[in-house]
């Protein structure tokens, strides 16, 4: 028998936007209840990176990302754990003169949003940091980035959501979205569940409910390429990165170094997995940067399904075609740092119809607007 259930809102996604969203929604009162396909933050929000980082970001992004940044400090006060996040600093890395311009003119653009940047030549950087390689000429350090494990501090907000009051369902993948007129119908294979509200978090499968609704979108499917080594004496206190985006990598405590870059292969719409070719390419450059990892056994690759839009930008924003829908998704594997951030603006919105952060560049209408048109 199919169970019945009335909520205010339900949230589609179980990831750490669609946890954190629940998380806010009930700090502000409101009924909230989260359908996850399978179990709370074991997708692209368990199986990132774990960077904490806002440099880098778009100046459209910071606001939101600087808003998020506050609620990293306060981790155990919000979710009860501070899964293993270190404001240990952020460094991007430049291996030609062009990629430390580039660095430099984004220090600029950037001076008055909070970041402290600083920018070091080759001969400051190599003094101050363990990196190696005649290429490396310069970086930016953003000393209060961090990084945290993902596969603790995702379900950690699914799990505080729950504790102050929400409907946390896992295994239940949505069979379809319909609006009756009055309220939203959400069916999984064991519930029927109307609500005023629908909060479509769904990842990389976000694009299909946007399309079911009316408003498709040019998303596509990303998989990282990641990998993590033994573990190794601690020689890396922050996280790297490089110009260009070819190589990023940090070291855990316990000594193991987690690293990505490139793609990786989509199995089908649920499973994604390493290529063999990326990982080879990634070694050598890792050995470069880092001369410490020469003789490092790799003891694990993966990889998972991630939502990435043309303009690199997420849609967060109510729909334009559907009062009551609310759509947080593609956010092209960068979006764990984003995600308490984006939690309190998408409570915030339904709640008083407004985001005070600025979210305008990240409206569903940017790409609606333009299929009406083609």
């Known amino acids: 028998m199919v169970k019945q259930l009335a909520t205010e809102v339900v949230v589609i996604g179980g990831g750490i936007m669609g946890a954190s969203t629940a998380l806010f929604l009930r700090k502000r009162g409101i009924q909230v209840v989260v359908v996850e396909r399978d179990l709370c933050g074991s997708r692209s929000s368990g199986v990132n990176f774990g960077g904490v980082r806002?440099?880098?970001?778009?100046?459209?992004?910071?606001?939101?990302?600087q808003r998020s940044h506050q609620h990293w400090g306060r981790l155990t006060e919000l979710i009860g754990t501070e899964a293993e996040y270190e404001r240990s600093g952020h460094f991007k890395i430049a291996r030609s003169q062009a990629d430390m311009e580039s660095l430099v003119r984004y220090a600029e653009k950037t001076r008055d949003c909070g970041l402290d940047l600083q920018l070091?030549?080759?001969?400051?950087?190599h003094k101050r940091f363990p990196v190696g390689g005649a290429k490396v000429v310069?970086?930016?350090?953003?000393?209060?980035?961090?990084?945290a494990n993902p596969r603790?501090?995702?379900?950690?907000?699914?799990?505080?959501?729950?504790?102050?009051g929400a409907q946390v369902f896992e295994h239940s993948p949505v069979l379809d979205v319909a609006h009756n007129g009055q309220r939203f119908v959400v069916r999984t294979p064991e519930m029927e569940i109307r609500a005023n509200v629908v909060v479509n978090a769904a990842g990389a499968w976000a694009g299909q409910f946007a399309e079911q609704c009316g408003e498709p979108v040019p998303m596509r499917i990303r998989p990282p390429a990641m990998g993590v080594t033994e573990p190794l004496p601690f020689f890396l206190h922050w996280s790297l990165g490089v110009e260009g985006g070819s190589i990023y990598c940090r070291q855990v405590r316990r000594g193991n170094v987690v690293f990505g870059g490139g793609p990786g292969l989509v199995l089908d719409d649920t499973r994604a997995r390493n290529r063999h070719t990326t990982v080879w390419a990634q070694l050598p450059q890792l050995v470069e940067l880092l001369p410490q990892l020469k003789n490092a056994q790799l003891i694990r690759t993966w990889s998972g399904n991630e939502g990435a839009l043309p303009d690199h930008e997420p849609i967060i924003s109510a729909s334009s075609r559907l009062a009551g829908l609310y759509h947080a998704f593609g956010f092209a594997g960068g979006g764990f740092q984003l995600g308490p951030g984006v939690g309190d603006v998408m409570a915030e919105l339904i709640a008083q119809g407004r985001s005070s952060t600025p979210i305008d560049a990240f409206r569903i209408d940017r790409f609606t607007d333009l299929a009406c048109s083609t």
Do not use: H, K
């Open 54 to 65: 806002r440099q880098g970001r778009s100046l459209a992004m910071l606001p939101l990302s």
């Open 120 to 125: 070091l030549d080759g001969a400051e950087l």
């Open 138 to 147: 310069g970086g930016s350090f953003c000393p209060d980035d961090g990084q």
């Open 152 to 164: 603790l501090l995702s379900p950690a907000f699914a799990t505080a959501a729950a504790r102050a």
